[in-house]
């Protein structure tokens, strides 16, 4: 029998406000679209790290974050598994624009980011875009506008910003700041100001950071709404 895909989205997200957050360890225990877990399978994604048990649930039910974790504790896909999701339940095509922004701090960063949304979300029908220089500005401008997922790092960005006054951003619904902590140590801070400045004020925010300074803890507050704090600890 033929379910619709609202009446299945439907049923996913009335789940979320029932995930039970220390039962919830593999990826298949919290309410995703089937989609995603055969993209996470197929990679071999089957227990949650830490941060991804913290913070995909909290993600889903629509909250800001604050999450902080050292490097390889699976951030990516902390923020990659809620992107795909709310997409997902809105229907999401590619017709609807950059749904999606994430800034991280290099161009390395985010190739690597972009190769596990590939693999990851490779299931999904959302498109996927870098925008991170080496080509020139009207080549990216135009693959931009086909992008729904847009991973970028901040110069970059705002470059396109800047030359654009109708830069389309205007349905964004998350925006993804990842290793934020090195994105300000560059020497970013003023560019991150200026893209928050510019991006519409309703939308979901994800803000990942290695280490919580003042600057990063001055960012949060510019960018993020009533956030929820997801710490990693270290036992050692
Ligand atoms: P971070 O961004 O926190 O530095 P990454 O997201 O790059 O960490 O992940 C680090 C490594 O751990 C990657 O090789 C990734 O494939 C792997 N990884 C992430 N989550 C899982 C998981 N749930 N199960 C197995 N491996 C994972
Ligand atoms: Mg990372």
């Known amino acids: ?13 009335s789940k979320y406000d029932t995930i039970n957050f220390t039962k919830t360890t593999k990826f298949s225990d919290l309410p995703l679209s089937r989609i995603t877990l055969k993209g ?16 995909i649930g909290l ?11 050292k490097t390889g504790s699976g951030k990516t896909l902390a923020f ?17 624009g950059v749904g999606a922004l994430i800034i991280t701090p290099t161009r ?41 997922v847009v991973i970028c790092t901040p110069g970059r960005l705002l470059q396109h910003m800047d030359e654009n006054p109708l830069f389309d951003c205007v349905n964004m619904q998350i925006l993804v700041l990842d290793e934020a902590d090195r ?15 510019n991006l519409p004020p309703k939308r979901q925010t994800l803000l990942f950071s290695a280490t919580q300074t003042k600057s990063v803890k001055d960012l949060a507050r510019l960018s993020l709404k009533d956030p929820l704090y997801v710490s990693v600890h270290e036992y050692s």
């Open 183 to 197: 994105c300000l140590d560059m020497g970013f801070e003023k560019t991150m100001n200026c893209i928050i400045a």
């Open 59 to 69: 993600a889903l039910q629509g909250n800001d974050i604050l999450g902080a974790a």
């Open 108 to 148: 390395e960063l985010a190739y690597q980011i972009y190769e596990t949304l590939r693999k990851v979300g490779r299931y999904h029908d959302v498109s996927a875009g870098l925008i991170i220089g080496g080509k020139d500005l009207k080549f990216e401008r135009k693959r931009m506008d086909q992008c729904n």
């Open 1 to 13: 029998k033929h379910i619709p895909e609202s009446k299945i989205i439907e049923e996913l997200r």
């Open 40 to 55: 996470l399978v197929e990679n071999n994604y089957i227990d949650m790290t830490d941060i991804q048990r913290q913070s």
């Open 80 to 96: 990659l598994i809620p992107v795909l999701e709310i997409l997902y339940c809105k229907q999401w095509t590619r017709l609807d």
